[in-house]
Each structure stands twice: as structure tokens, then as C-alpha cells.
């Protein structure tokens, strides 16, 4: 009984009318947790009842603390018929569970019903009192903490990164049961919600038991998503990275107290399933006894006793062994030797990292955007032999990525990602991140004492090492055009760098960065099953290649050459396939000059056609130079002598280049003479190559006093001020079936999204000048012709005045530094040998050699690439395939790395203008903040409260009377908005920072005044104080945290 | 390619001046999108015409879904759906709540009721204030009327009370409430040259003097049900203004009253001999407003009478509001130099709140 949960409900109010006659309500509360209910007493006719209920006590175990929600249901009692529901409030109690985050959670809630919204608001207490029992962490994970922040949160230092942590839980919708058919949509988006509830619950659970397992305390960079399979399920997995953090203040390092029952747990696998089997994980083979299956997940009346019934009992004998085994396997496969502890093989099997910007030092090279994708057919029933289908599905993914990041010489990969496209029983699985080099010494156990940052110490920064190949020169993978390093001149960089992480702090950059999109739709057949598949996966490679061109295309025009952020979304329909990629372009210093865009006729003698590709280039031209002076890319002139160096490609190049700009005859000639090498030759040979050269040019620039980027940070500017909005947007099209074609498709698509950023701008008007930051678009094909686009974005105000100077401060500081270290380059190979041997995480020497080694084999192999997709059965090409036949990117390393003095503060050292609105005197609402970002501009995180995670349903029999779909969809996304900052509040917290909305399914029967819409968002919880604040009292740092986690007090 | 669905959401809800106002004025999408282009922002912001139309979709529905709230303003700021700051709550309120002053004097003084709202159609083709608009400002002056009307205590603090009114905004609607209540004509074609501000100044002296609340004299049992204080007019007072009729009637008490207006305003007025040979007529009308107001159909006319009795006759003199004031000071002053007349606090009670009134009706 290690935990007592006490729940209060003090008073309603704003409570809809539920008497007709008396245009009152007489309203009680039901308090559930797991299968244990209270009840208040009924308040006679009011709308703002005060119950002042006593405190409900529940004494549960803490394995149910973390999987169940307490959950709060608001009823009008009528004595003559069944009692009508209000509405309900589910509380995550995880954030109580932690040791540092919140101690109570207390405050208004929006009384929610999914087919009505909000109605009215409900003044709530909770506590949990955890008994300090020695066997506390048997089957629980209380006390890891969960970050949805991509980096080491702000107010922690990571003295440890383990690793890779996943897991995946499935079940049956239970909109697809067959009691659906004769419940009421409220019961049954109930169900859902509730079943989502819990699993997110379970899942968060079993991943924090895997971070204990390696012994670290932490989950930064938490991805949790759901599959809506249909009929063959409802999968939630999750992924993250573990770590072993460290309060900045607290002067020990906290290390998980759990070291005794983790190592118990890997020591019997046997014991450890039953724990969590019968909560129906996919691993246990009984999941297919649909029956049982139901009064396990749903019933109220069957207590605890499931636990140890017989559905986890079997599960566990079989499903955990099972499991073991094929871990063992598949570890096998990954040439792992040596009895390596099993705690270690996670980390082993998949070296990757959720984390996309990176504590100093850690990040040694970048190699590219891996990328790996696989259509699968749904099974429609599940198959009680293969219980383990989804998790060997991702799996194989993995790997896939593993062994594209090895080829690229990289042992790591890093930003990395997954995500699903389902529609009907075809699903497309992806996963991407950028294959890396990292600095091993972060990854050890053992050295503890020492934190990250003193560990790195003896590098001197530069600036531009992360940019340095990390293959060889002599082998590499794939034909790429390498310069010596622009800023160090001692090491190779590719010219162009892809990548999916965040822009490092470090990096010197020139002018500014900007959004860049590539978007593209193909046609498909309407299609079943196996043929589908294939037809999809026929696609995909072909896609793959034109996002890449286009990426590519718009890159040059924007007179850049690296993207950071890329996110490549396909989306699956039953006649489509749409990709949108986005990423934040920029102007690396370390990469060289990127040469411009040329294009080539096919017919060169004809007179009149010449003239129009020579209009068409003067174009081109023309808008490249508008774009360098647009974002400010003036780039040092650089003098020959100094890159005149041995590499006679690169030379070659920048003539070709310099060439360019001086006669439009001259470039037609050298098109023609260098049009089947050169990458950036765009040979016109058909009306579609016209359209897509229209298409580039199509492309407006934000209006002036507006940056956008999807990245963390605007390249290029640094003093934000304190104004954020952030905002979601969604847009649903409607395509004319007319034969439709893939370019008016591309044509629709474009034009849906360039007037979704038209649009934006135009409402954000006020605001300038502001930069749109973590710009993330969701394509989703819902119906045939229909495209649904969301959008969620934040912006932030900078002022304009001290951008220029802090920057190029900031350049010339690492110019500096840059001349003043040249000389370790020959340590570094010895360097990394002797750290990486005895490293347990990386076995990064082994696959160096490995790498060199198949890279020897893999040039004949590129060679023949071509087009040879036909390989690609049910699985689709990955980005390195494309790479090969591209130019991309690459270099190879120094360890060199740089550490910025300042604490990587995202808002630079500028002064911030304090655009805040005046405090809300008269309001008793407090203002919570929300940002995709993980940083307040203007502000210091001062703690975290927990994870927020949130998943709701709402319906509707009357669209029509709701204002349509738009009506519908924005008073929706309004509610989601308000409970989320009515939970943050609650906890103590005045903003979410790393907020996501994962999820946004909408469905829509018009002809029967119906739809229906899924949300799933979520974020990090914080208390943030204004920095001029803090100056003003930081001697009063108590009165700050009295006041911020009293908020029930305050609205009361 | 058709937009089916498209929507904006901020965490901060985005308010649109320009928007909120054509919203209020009644204007439909396409009208308010027409409108904003002709403003010529599509120009100074370089964007389409589709932006506009979609922005402005937006904003109506934002504002469809305040609607509600606004209604009961205190509901705006505890509400969490729609994270707004302070001092955009309170514009939203203001102006939500503020009136035309064409349409007010349309309204005036009548009962605010179903009746009323079917002549909406009428008023508005009238004003050109659009039906939309119409129907908002009176179900406003309706509502408010509906929740002060039985509340005891200040109508101005009630109002700013239960609907966070500016304090100007407030005292014009403590008028409306007055003038629906008591219902006082304002309609006639001879007042159709006064003004709300007018009509309003003079409900607010009323108020302050002509009702229960004004007296100070709460009733001993707090639950009976008397007249409400602030909204009424104190039924006693108008009883008692009867006793006034001595002063026309008492033919000795006339010339005496005369005799001493004359002799102080002599060479002081420009209108001396007009208002000598006119006193009599004058001071008849005016007391007999006083005697009369027993009757609710009186009490409605106050207005017509004022004018009537008083305001057109000096008009007609050409009086100047120098003169008007001069003799009205001296007209009520002199009374207390009639020792036969017993009624001086009824009276300057009376006489008090209607020279503001008539001092403020007095105009072209």
C-alpha cells in the first residue's frame, strides 16, 4: 500500500442549466480512482455549488498512481430519473509523484463532455501521500522524471545520457467494439478517452522502468504517439532519451534510489511482465481473448484481483520470456560480443538520441539526415502467434537507420524521430534523425563525479566542428563535393549540410535563417491491401527524390547551405501520397559559398526558347539576390590563396560558380557541358520541369518585419523580447475531382500552404517585428479529396535594433578564436580510440572500422544505384539512397567543438525589452504562457512540474448549430487550449514550454449534421520568472514560489 | 479547391479593433471584408483579398463565441476558454455595451419589450444603424434593465457592478434604465431636439433627488417589498408635490412670489418686461407639472410639459440661458420669502432637480 491519494472538492460554478423548470441545477460529484468511488453530496439549485466536500482517500498502489487518472464526474441528480452527467475532469496525479515537482495540485477545471465542451468549472484539491516502503520502486517508476523538451532542461545538468528508451502498448479501439453499436457516442468517447488515459499511463510506467534499469533518473525529449489502426487497434508508443540529471542547484548529483529492485527486475525477467501484462501490452499472447480483454481494461467491478488473474499469468509465462529471447536475438544480430551486461543492450541496440540540441561538447560531428521508411499492411485480426508485430516493425526501421548512420561513419544518431501515416489498412512507418559523432565520455557510467561540462573543458570551441566529415575522405559514401573547413581551413566540410536537429549554439552562421518547404503530391490508384502496399512503396523512393530536389532547389535560391529541423512528412490516402518537408535553412560559415541555380534546354538551337530559359535564369538570379540581401547573407569574401588548397574538385567548382554570375550566354554553354554531373543544373525538358522551376519562383517572403523558421531559435537573431503568441491554425480543402493531376495537385497544395503562411502573417501583423518559430505543419488526407493542414507555431517579438551588432560580435569572436587553434587534428583519432574502448555506451571504434570497412564495399554498390527501386518490395528507399545519387553533405573530424562561455541562452546577452502586458489585476484568471519552444523569451525556468499529457474526444449531433466545421473545430481546439493552462495552473505552473499537438484527427458527416474530432497534445509544466523580475527580488525567491503554487487560492 | 474548414487559434485570443467594430455595427462577413478593403489594408499589408475574407471569418467567430459571456461580464473574466488580457476584456465589454445615440433616443422612455423589438425593423431603416446592431443595443439596455431593476442600493454602482462598465458608460445606462422604467416620453416631435446627453443629465438629477434612494431613508424592514431606491420615483414626494399648487392658486401668494422675482431681477434681465408680463403663465406651468406628477400618464409627459410650459414660451421671448438661469435662481429663491408657504423643502426639492433640468433642456 505504498500510496494514499486525498482528493477535495470545494465548489462549481459556471455549471450549465440542468432543470428547465427552475433553470437550475442540483449537482453532486463523483470521485473515481481505479475501481474505488466517492461521492459528494448533492448542492439543491445552484449553478455555483459549494460542496466543501471532506477529503476522499484512496490507498493505492503507486503502480496505479502512475497508469490511472483520477477521474471527476459532475452529475445533476433527479430523483425520478437516472442522474444526468454534467461533464468530467481527468487529473494526471504523475506530476505529485515526483520528488521536486509539484506537492498539490489545486485549482478551477473545465467540467468537460465531449459532446457539449466545457460546461462550467470545478474547484478541486489533490494530494498524494507516497509511503517511503523499501520496496517503493518494485513495479513502479515513481520518481523519473518525464521532459517533452528536446534538450537537458534548463534548470538541470546532464551528467549522464544512457540512451535510447521505446516502448509500445496496444489494444482494441474501443470504438471498434461491437458494445459500440449500442452505446452513446458520450459513452464511447468516454471509453476512449479513458482506455488512452491509461495506456499513456502504462507506457509512461514501463519506459520509466527502463530508465531505472540503466540507471539513470530521467526521460528528456519524450515522444509519445498514437496509431489509430481502426479495427486492428489502438497502439501508443513512446520514445525518449534516458539520463541521469542533476538539479543546477542542488550540489550532489541525485542518483535514481532504486539501484536494488532495477537490478532484481533484470535479474528474473520472469517476475517483471506479470506486472504489466494483463494490462494488455503487446507482448502478451493473450490479448486476442477479446472477453477477458474487456472486463480487464473497463470493468469496475472486478477489483484488483486481475493483477494476478489468469490473463497476466499466461502473458507473463509466455509473453516474458519470449520477449527476452528475441531481445537476444536481434542483439545477436547486432554483432554485440562479450557479456555485456543486459542492462546495456537497449543502448547498444539503437545508440539514438531524441535530443536535438546538445549540452556543450557532446556533439562532435554531423554526417546527414538517415531516414528509413516501411509500408505494412495492418492485420486485421490480431494474429495471437505474433504478438510482438509492431515492436519487430520498428525495429527493423531502426536498424535501418543504424546502419545508414554507420555508412555515413557516424556511430550516433541524434534528432531522431517517428511517426506513422495510416489509412485504411496501409500503414507507412517512418523514422529519421541525422547521424552523428559524439563525444563518448558524455555517454559513460561510472565517471559521475565529474559533470559534462568539465569533462570537455580541454576543447577549445570553434564553432564549426560539428560541420567536419565524419567518414573518410578516400571512401566515402557517396560522391560529395568537399572544401576545406571556411572557418578553420583544416578540415573537410561537405557543401551542403542536412540535418534534423536544432541550429547548435554555437554555430557561426551569416544573416539570418528562413523557413523552407518542399511540398509535393503524387496520384495513386485506389487500391487493396498487398497491391496498395506495393503501389505506395513503388512511390515513396520517387518522392523521397523529388522532396530532396526541391529542398534542395529552394536552398540555393535562398543563397544558403544547411538545413536544420528537417521534418519530411508523407501522408498516405486512398488516392494520394503528399510529402511535406520543412526545415530552417541557413548560411553556415564553415560550408562553402553555394553556387546558383542554372537551368538547361534541352533544345538549344531553337532561338526563341533559348531566350525564355535565359529569362527564366535571370530570374532565378535576380531572386537569389534579392534573397541574400533579404536575409542578410554577405558572407567575408574569402581569397584564394587561402582555400587554393590540394582539393582540385572544390576548385573546380568555385570557377564554375564565379562563372555563373557573368553572362547569361556563357551559363547556358557551361549547363550544357556540366549538366549531367552538377547537381544544381535544372535541365528543362518538359512542361513539368517548366512547372516546377514556376513553382520555386512562387514562393513569396514573409512581409518585411517577419522571420519564420521550424527550428528551436531564428538563426541570426537573438534578442527576443518577451511577447509570445503561440497558435494553432488548421485548414481543410476540398480538392475538384476533376481529372485531377499531379501538377494541379502540387499547384493546390502550394497555394493551400503559402496562403496558411499568408494568412498568419497577416493576423500576426501587430506584432512586428517577430519571427515564427518551431513552425510545424501536419498534413493529413482525412476523406478522398480532402487535405487538412495544421499548423502550430509561436510568435515572438525581437527587437530589431540589437540583432545586427550581437551577431556579428559574435562571428568575429570565433573568427578569432578559430586562427588560435589549429594544431590538434592528429590527437583526435588517438583520442577517441582510447575514450571509446572501455565505453560500454558506444562502441564507437568498432564501428569506425566497421564503417570504413563496408564503405570500401559500398562505392560499387552506389555506383550502381541509378534507379534500381525495384528491390523495394514493401519497403522504401531512405535518404542515404538518395543521397548517393545527390550531392549532400558530410566532413570529417576534429574533436574540436565549441563551448559558448554564456550559458546557452537562447535570448543572447541583449537587453530585453519588456513588452509584457500589465499584470492582470482584475482578472482572477492567472496568464499561462504556452510555447512550442523549450525557453520563454525574457524569462528564467525556475522548475518543472511534470509532464503534461492530454488526449480529448469531442463530438457533435448538430454541426450545423455549432457555426459548421470551423465553428466546431475552433470552440474544440479553445477548450484543449483551456485545460491544458487549467491544468498548468493547478500544478503551481504559469507555462508550458515544449508544447506539441501530436494528434488532430477530424472527421466530418455533413449530411448528417455530424463530426467528430481527436486531440492529443502535450508539453512540459513550469513556473518561469520575468528575468527583470528576478533581478528586482532575487533575494525573494521564497515569496515568487508561495505565490505561483497557491494559484487555488488565488482564484478562490 | 474549396476551403471547407479554417480556423486560428492563439493562446492569447486575437482581438481586431477594426473587426470587433464592423462586428458590432452589424456588418456581415462579406460587407466587413468589403468595408476593410476599401480602408486599404490590403495594401498597406501586401495581402489578398482571401486573407482578409479568412481573417475575418475568424474574428466573427471569435467574437459569436464572446457573445455568450459577454452577456454576464463578470462570466469574461473568470471564464478560462479564451485567454484574454485585462485590458482587452474591458475594451470588449465597453464597447460591446456602448450604444448609438441615434438609436437611443429611439428608444428612449419606452418599455423595452417584445412590442418594442418588432419596431426594431422601423428603427433601423430610419437611423441606417443596421437591424443587427438594433437588436444588440436594445437586448443590452433590455438586459441590463432585467438585472438592476429589482436591485436595491445605487443603480450606478449596480450596473457597474454586474456588467464592469466604464463609470460614463454606466450612468447613461443608470438613464436608460430610468426612463424605460418610469417610461418618460421623449418621442414627440417638439423634444426631438434634445439630446440623450440631455435626457441623461437630467435622470441623473433625478435620481439623485427625486427617489427613495435619494432621501436616504431606507425602509425599517430591509425585506419588504417597497419601491426599489434608485430606479422609482418616491411616490410620497410626488403625493406631497400637490401641496406646491398653493403657489398658483393662493392669488396673493402669486403676486407676492412675483412681486419679489420682479424686484430682483430688475435691469438685470434682458427679458424684464417679457418675463413680467409672462411670470405668471410660467410659474403656473411649472407648479402645475409639480401638482400633476400623482399621475403615472403625467409623470410620462414631464418631458413634453417642461418644454411646453416653459422651455418654448422663453424660446418663443428669445431668452437667453443667461436669462433663463437668472430667473429660475431668483424664481426658486424667492419662494422662501413667502411667509404663507409652508412646503420649502418640498420645495427646493422639486425646484432643485428642475432648474438643472430645465437649465439643460434649455437650448436650441
Known amino acids: ?1052 | 479547391m474549396t476551403s471547407e474548414l479554417d480556423i486560428f487559434v492563439g493562446n492569447t485570443t486575437l482581438i481586431d479593433e477594426d473587426v470587433y467594430r464592423l462586428w458590432l455595427d452589424g456588418y456581415s462577413v462579406n460587407d466587413a471584408v468589403a468595408l476593410r478593403v476599401r480602408s486599404g489594408i490590403l495594401e498597406q499589408t501586401g495581402a489578398t483579398a482571401g486573407v482578409l475574407q479568412s481573417d475575418t471569418m475568424d474574428h466573427y467567430r471569435t467574437f459569436h463565441m464572446l457573445e455568450r459571456l459577454l452577456h454576464a461580464p463578470p462570466k469574461l473574466l473568470h471564464q478560462l476558454i479564451f485567454q484574454i488580457p485585462p485590458s482587452r476584456q474591458a475594451l470588449l465589454i465597453e464597447r460591446y455595451y456602448t450604444f448609438d445615440e441615434a438609436f437611443v433616443r429611439e428608444v428612449l422612455g419606452k418599455k423595452l419589450s417584445k412590442g418594442t423589438k418588432k419596431d426594431l425593423d422601423d428603427i433601423s431603416a430610419k437611423t441606417g444603424i443596421t437591424l443587427k446592431s438594433c437588436r444588440r443595443q436594445f437586448d443590452n439596455f433590455k438586459r441590463v434593465f432585467k438585472v438592476v431593476e429589482e436591485m436595491r442600493g445605487s443603480l450606478v454602482d449596480n450596473i457597474q457592478q454586474h456588467f464592469l462598465l466604464s463609470d460614463r458608460l454606466a450612468r447613461d445606462y443608470a438613464a436608460i434604465v430610468f426612463f424605460a422604467n418610469n417610461r418618460f416620453e421623449t418621442g414627440k416631435k417638439k423634444l426631438q431636439y434634445l439630446s440623450f446627453g440631455d435626457f441623461a443629465f437630467c435622470a441623473e438629477l433625478m435620481i439623485q433627488n427625486w427617489t427613495l434612494g435619494a432621501v436616504g431613508e431606507a425602509p425599517t424592514d430591509p425585506d419588504s417589498q417597497m419601491d426599489d431606491m434608485d430606479v422609482d420615483l418616491d411616490k410620497e414626494f410626488l403625493q406631497d408635490l400637490k401641496e406646491l399648487k398653493v403657489l398658483v392658486a393662493d392669488k396673493d401668494l402669486l403676486d407676492l412670489h412675483k412681486s419679489l422675482v420682479c424686484a430682483a431681477l430688475r435691469g438685470k434681465l434682458g427679458v424684464f418686461s417679457e418675463m413680467e408680463t409672462n411670470f405668471k403663465n410660467l410659474s403656473r406651468g411649472l407648479v402645475n407639472v409639480a401638482a400633476k406628477l400623482t399621475h403615472n400618464k403625467d409623470v410620462r409627459d414631464l418631458f413634453v410639459d417642461l418644454v411646453e410650459k416653459f422651455v418654448e414660451p422663453c424660446r418663443s421671448d428669445h431668452w437667453t440661458l443667461n436669462d433663463v438661469r437668472l430667473f429660475l435662481n431668483q424664481y426658486s429663491a424667492s419662494v422662501h420669502s413667502l411667509d404663507g408657504f409652508r412646503h420649502q423643502t418640498l420645495w427646493d426639492r422639486y425646484m432643485g432637480t428642475l432648474r438643472g433640468c430645465l437649465l439643460r433642456l434649455y437650448h436650441d
Open chain 1, 1 to 1052: 500500500m505504498p500510496g494514499k491519494l486525498k482528493v477535495k472538492i470545494v465548489a462549481g460554478r459556471h455549471l450549465p442549466v440542468m432543470d428547465r423548470a427552475s433553470d437550475l441545477t442540483d449537482a453532486f460529484v463523483e470521485v473515481k480512482f481505479g475501481n474505488t468511488t466517492f461521492k459528494t453530496d448533492v448542492y439543491l439549485k445552484s449553478l455555483n455549488p459549494q460542496w466543501n466536500s471532506e477529503w476522499f482517500k484512496f490507498e493505492v498502489d503507486d503502480e496505479d498512481l502512475q497508469d490511472e487518472p483520477l477521474q471527476i464526474t459532475v452529475l445533476d441528480h433527479d430523483t425520478y430519473s437516472a442522474n444526468d452527467a454534467i461533464g468530467k475532469v481527468y487529473i494526471d496525479i504523475d506530476p505529485l509523484l515526483y520528488s521536486e515537482a509539484a506537492t498539490v495540485i489545486s485549482g478551477w477545471f473545465p467540467i468537460y463532455d465531449t459532446i457539449h465542451g466545457i460546461r462550467g468549472e470545478i474547484n478541486v484539491v489533490v494530494k498524494v501521500d507516497l509511503f517511503n516502503d523499501l520496496n517503493r520502486f518494485r513495479q513502479s517508476s515513481c520518481g523519473v522524471k518525464f521532459f517533452c523538451t528536446t534538450s537537458i532542461p534548463k534548470c538541470y545538468r546532464a551528467v549522464v545520457i544512457h540512451g535510447f528508451v521505446e516502448e509500445l502498448v496496444v489494444n482494441e479501439d474501443p470504438e471498434y467494439q461491437w458494445i459500440d453499436r449500442i452505446r452513446t457516442p458520450r459513452a464511447s468517447n468516454e471509453a476512449r478517452q479513458r482506455l488512452i488515459s491509461l495506456m499513456s499511463g502504462e507506457l509512461q510506467r514501463k519506459i520509466g522502468l527502463k530508465v531505472l534499469e540503466m540507471r539513470g533518473n530521467a526521460v528528456v525529449g519524450y515522444l509519445q504517439c498514437f496509431d489509430l489502426e481502426g479495427e486492428s487497434g489502438l497502439v501508443v508508443r513512446a520514445i525518449g532519451t534516458a539520463c541521469t540529471l542533476d538539479k543546477l542547484s542542488s550540489p550532489a548529483a541525485f542518483l535514481p534510489a532504486c539501484n536494488s529492485p532495477s537490478k532484481e527486475m533484470k535479474e528474473s525477467p520472469l517476475v517483471h511482465p506479470p506486472s504489466h501484462g494483463c494490462r494488455s501490452t503487446h507482448n502478451s499472447p493473450i490479448h486476442t481473448a477479446t472477453g477477458s480483454r474487456l472486463t480487464q481494461n473497463f470493468s469496475v467491478s472486478v477489483p484488483t484481483l486481475i493483477y494476478t488473474g489468469m490473463g497476466s499469468g499466461s502473458a507473463g509465462k509466455e509473453g516474458g520470456p519470449f520477449k527476452a529471447l528475441l531481445r537476444q536475438q536481434t542483439q545477436a544480430a547486432l554483432e554485440q560480443r562479450g557479456g555485456s551486461p543486459h542492462r546495456f543492450c537497449r543502448r547498444r541496440e539503437f545508440p539514438f538520441l531524441t535530443l536535438t540540441a546538445f549540452p556543450p561538447g557532446l556533439l562532435v560531428h554531423v554526417g546527414g539526415v538517415v531516414s528509413a521508411r516501411s509500408v505494412k499492411l495492418l492485420d486485421r485480426i490480431h494474429n495471437p502467434d505474433e504478438p510482438e508485430t509492431r515492436d519487430a516493425w520498428w525495429a527493423e526501421i531502426r536498424q535501418e537507420i543504424k546502419s545508414h548512420a554507420k555508412a555515413l561513419g557516424c556511430h550516433a544518431v541524434v534528432g531522431y524521430s517517428e511517426s506513422t501515416s495510416i489509412c485504411e489498412e496501409v500503414c507507412i512507418l517512418s523514422a529519421s534523425g541525422t547521424a552523428a559523432v559524439l563525444n563518448p565520455r558524455f555517454l559513460q557510467e561510472g565517471t559521475v563525479e565529474g559533470s559534462l561540462e568539465q569533462r570537455i573543458e580541454e576543447n577549445l570551441p570553434v564553432g564549426c566542428g560539428f560541420c567536419h566529415i565524419p567518414y573518410d575522405e578516400l571512401n566515402m559514401p557517396f560522391p560529395a563535393h568537399l572544401t576545406y573547413c571556411y572557418n578553420c581551413r583544416k578540415q573537410k566540410v561537405p557543401d551542403v549540410l542536412f540535418t534534423t536537429i536544432d541550429l547548435p549554439t554555437d554555430a557561426v552562421v551569416v544573416g539570418k535563417g528562413c523557413l523552407i518547404q518542399a511540398r509535393l503530391c503524387r496520384l495513386k490508384k485506389k487500391a487493396q491491401a498487398e497491391a496498395n502496399a506495393t503501389a505506395i512503396s513503388n512511390l515513396l523512393p520517387f518522392m523521397e527524390y523529388e522532396v530532396h530536389t526541391q529542398l534542395m532547389n529552394k536552398l540555393k535560391l535562398k543563397g544558403m547551405n544547411a538545413l536544420f529541423g528537417l521534418r519530411i512528412q508523407i501522408t498516405v490516402g486512398e488516392n494520394m501520397l503528399m510529402g511535406l518537408a520543412s526545415a530552417t535553412g541557413v548560411y553556415l560559415a564553415a560550408l562553402p559559398t553555394p553556387g546558383g541555380i542554372q537551368i538547361a534546354g534541352k533544345t538549344p538551337n531553337d532561338g526563341s526558347y533559348e531566350q525564355h530559359i535565359s529569362h527564366m535564369q535571370k530570374r532565378i538570379n535576380d531572386t537569389i539576390a534579392k534573397n541574400k540581401e533579404l536575409y542578410e547573407i554577405n558572407p567575408p569574401e574569402v581569397s584564394e590563396e587561402i582555400i587554393g588548397s590540394p582539393i582540385p574538385e572544390p576548385r573546380q567548382r568555385s570557377r564554375l560558380l564565379r562563372s555563373q554570375s557573368e553572362s547569361s550566354d556563357e551559363v547556358t554553354e557551361l549547363d550544357l557541358s556540366h549538366g549531367k554531373k552538377d547537381a544544381f543544373v535544372l535541365e528543362i525538358d518538359d512542361t513539368d520541369a517548366m512547372e516546377d522551376v514556376h513553382s520555386l519562383l512562387t514562393d513569396v517572403p514573409p512581409p518585411s518585419g517577419f522571420y519564420s523558421c521550424n527550428t528551436e531559435i531564428m538563426p541570426g537573431i537573438n534578442n527576443w523580447t518577451s511577447e509570445i503568441q503561440m497558435f494553432t491554425s488548421v485548414r481543410v480543402v476540398r480538392l475538384s475531382s476533376l481529372n485531377l493531376t499531379n501538377q494541379a495537385l502540387n499547384k493546390n497544395f502550394n497555394g493551400l500552404c503559402e496562403n496558411l503562411l499568408k494568412s498568419l502573417y497577416f493576423k500576426l501583423r501587430s506584432m512586428t517585428p517577430c519571427c515564427l518559430c518551431h513552425v510545424n505543419f501536419t498534413v493529413s488526407l482525412p476523406e478522398d479529396e480532402l487535405i487538412q493542414v495544421t499548423v502550430t507555431a509561436v510568435a515572438i517579438t525581437f527587437d530589431k535594433n540589437q540583432a545586427l551588432q550581437t551577431t556579428k560580435a559574435h562571428a568575429e569572436k570565433t573568427l578569432q578564436r578559430a586562427s588560435t587553434d589549429n594544431d590538434e587534428l592528429l590527437q583526435f583519432p588517438l583520442e577517441l580510440c582510447s575514450d571509446s574502448l572501455p565505453a560500454p555506451a558506444f562502441p564507437a571504434t568498432k564501428e569506425h572500422l566497421e564503417s570504413a570497412s563496408s564503405n570500401s564495399g559500398t562505392p560499387a554498390a552506389q555506383r550502381a544505384t541509378s534507379v534500381d527501386y525495384s528491390s523495394f518490395a514493401d519497403r522504401c528507399s531512405s535518404w542515404i539512397e538518395l543521397i548517393k545519387l545527390k550531392a549532400q553533405t558530410i566532413r570529417r573530424g576534429s574533436i574540436k567543438t565549441t563551448v559558448t562561455v554564456e550559458k546557452a541562452s537562447p535570448m543572447g546577452d541583449g537587453n530585453f525589452r519588456n513588452r509584457s502586458a500589465p499584470p492582470c489585476a482584475s482578472s482572477t484568471v492567472g496568464v499561462v504562457k504556452m510555447t512550442p519552444l523549450s525557453f520563454i523569451p525574457g524569462a528564467k525556468i525556475t522548475k518543472y512540474l511534470g509532464i503534461i499529457n492530454m488526449f480529448f474526444i469531442r463530438e457533435t449531433t448538430s454541426l450545423r448549430e455549432e457555426g459548421g466545421v470551423s465553428g466546431f473545430l475552433h470552440a474544440f481546439i479553445a477548450e484543449v487550449f483551456a485545460m491544458v493552462r487549467a491544468h498548468v495552473a493547478a500544478l503551481g505552473g504559469n507555462a508550458v514550454v515544449s508544447y506539441i499537438m501530436k494528434q488532430c484527427v477530424f472527421m466530418e458527416n455533413p449530411s448528417k449534421n455530424q463530426a467528430q474530432c481527436l486531440i492529443n497534445v502535450s508539453g512540459d509544466a513550469v513556473v518561469f520568472v520575468r528575468e527583470s523580475d528576478l533581478e528586482a527580488m532575487s533575494t525573494q525567491q521564497s515569496a515568487v514560489n508561495c505565490q505561483t503554487s497557491c494559484p487555488g487560492e488565488v482564484t478562490t
